[in-house]
């Protein structure tokens, strides 16, 4: 049976479509995907994001624990600062790509896809053992909401004294939003500015709607899993599942920057990404020519031949044309010509770099 996060009635009250998404009944939409899109890269976006997974690492040996669980170099960050990351197999696999914050000098969160957060919370429990850290579950401690887009500063800063202007890009700090506790990062999915907000559960509707009240003139839109996909999928963000899973390496995604080699000691998947050869395919931005969709799973040819496969597709709506990303043989890209079988007809597309959108500073 599927799980509710606290937002639950406030989402059947906005009339929302829901679904089930990893174990869990999330707003789809509320009414215009591309509406919702639009508000997110023009004013801003309302997100319940309460089923992400949160796990806490703590000791004197927290930060140690965490660079020989994942590929980055975790002990370095100060407190108040986060960073992307990932968790690998000991061939190099991914099992999920994470958000690590810094809470304090022995504390760290790591925050984990829906999917994967038991499994990572289990892993990162075993690889804590030889250490002198602790590891727990916490994903029940909290809600997560974000406000995304050009607006989202004016929106916050109705409702806190926190240095909004003065939060870096992926930094977090304590403060109170509407009187609420909560932890506030400059952190998101969507290629905007933005903030999320960790706030207990209980207090996750009066947030809610504190923040929709002050949004209210500055163009706020609830907004739902499928804008978030379309959104993630223009800034070339990649989804678990999709672009990323234990089949793939950080360096097939293109990647490789989060894996850091040169920090002190071993780090499990460290030999085999160590040993890597240069990736057969890479992971490519494709933009349809004609307004036929790829959708993931599609296979990707050349010259009639099938040399990869689509992994996330849609309508973009800023680029008014139909995207996707695809793993695609290195050497059919050498070539050019590709195209995307959709139901039997070839589709010609373009390939481009990603992301498809950087926003303006």
Known sequence: MSRSTPLREVHESLGATLT????????????SESAEHNAVRTAAGLFDL???????????????????????????????????????TEDGGVLDDLIVYRLRPE??????????????AEELAERAKPYDARVEDRSDSYALIAVQGPNSTDILGKLTDADLVGLKYYAGLPGEVAGFEVM????????????????????????????????AELGLRPCGL????????????????NELTADTTPFDAGLGRVVKFDKPGDFVGRAALSGRTAPGRRLVGLVARGRRVPRHGYPVTCEGEVVGEVTSGAPSQTLGKPIA?????????????????????????????????????
């Open 20 to 31: 089930d998404f990893a174990g869990w009944q999330m707003p789809l939409r509320y009414g």
């Open 50 to 88: 309460s089923h992400m997974g949160e796990i806490h690492v703590t000791g004197p040996q927290a930060g140690e624990a965490l660079d020989f669980a994942l590929v980055g170099h975790l002990s370095v960050l100060e407190p108040g600062r986060a960073r992307y990351t990932m968790i690998v």
């Open 107 to 120: 504390e760290f969160m790591v925050v984990a896809n829906a999917s994967n957060y038991a499994r990572v």
């Open 184 to 215: 506030i990062a400059r952190t998101g999915y969507t290629g905007e500015d933005g903030f999320e907000l960790f706030v207990r559960p209980e207090d996750a509707v009066p947030l809610w709607n504190a923040l929709s009240e002050a949004g």
């Open 226 to 241: 499928s804008a978030r996909d379309t959104l993630r999928l223009e800034a070339g963000m990649p989804l678990y599942g």
């Open 325 to 361: 990303m695809a793993y695609v043989a290195a050497d059919a890209l050498e070539k050019g010509g590709l195209a995307v079988d959709i139901r039997g007809s070839h589709e010609p597309v373009d390939v481009v770099d990603l992301p498809f959108y950087r926003r303006s500073k």
